[in-house]
């Protein structure tokens, strides 16, 4: 069975950092693109980073332009996880962080934007809350 397994959220002050995780299992998750999305409160869930597998450019990485050089995303591909560095946390980050996978490796490359219709696999979500 397919399984993404997020960890690491929890509650930080503005302006610290946590490292997201998301482990997963049941897939050849080297060949797949991953990314992390976010849902806060009353809100739509949003793509927040990308990166493509072996096939799109081996790593490529896209940004929502809210998290544009406060994030990075990385890929573990000898482990099966992917990473979320969110530094400089803001009160408008909390919220559930979720991680995809897409079978294709990264079709949307080329796109600025990310989309939750490129994607296959979801995890359940870590709840991040950025608040003093």
């Known amino acids: 069975d397919v399984q993404l397994v997020e960890s690491g959220g929890g509650l930080v002050q503005p302006g610290g950092s946590l490292r997201l995780s998301c482990a997963a299992s049941?897939?050849?998750?080297?060949?797949?693109?991953l990314a992390w999305f976010r849902q806060g409160a009353g809100k739509e869930r949003e793509g927040v980073a990308a990166?493509?597998?072996?096939?799109?450019?081996?790593?490529?990485?896209s940004y929502a332009d809210s998290v544009k050089g406060r994030f990075t995303i990385s890929r573990d591909n000898a482990k099966n996880t992917v990473y979320l560095q969110m530094n400089s946390l803001k009160p408008e980050d909390t919220a559930m962080y979720y991680c995809?996978?897409?079978?294709?490796?990264?079709?949307?490359?080329?796109?600025?934007?990310?989309?939750?219709?490129?994607?296959?696999?979801w995890g359940q979500g870590t709840q991040v809350t950025v608040s003093s």
């Open positions: 995809a996978a897409d079978s294709t490796g990264g079709r949307w490359y080329l796109r600025a934007d990310i989309r939750e219709a490129d994607f296959d696999y």
């Open positions: 049941g897939f050849a998750f080297s060949s797949y693109g």
């Open positions: 990166i493509t597998s072996g096939t799109f450019g081996g790593g490529v990485t």
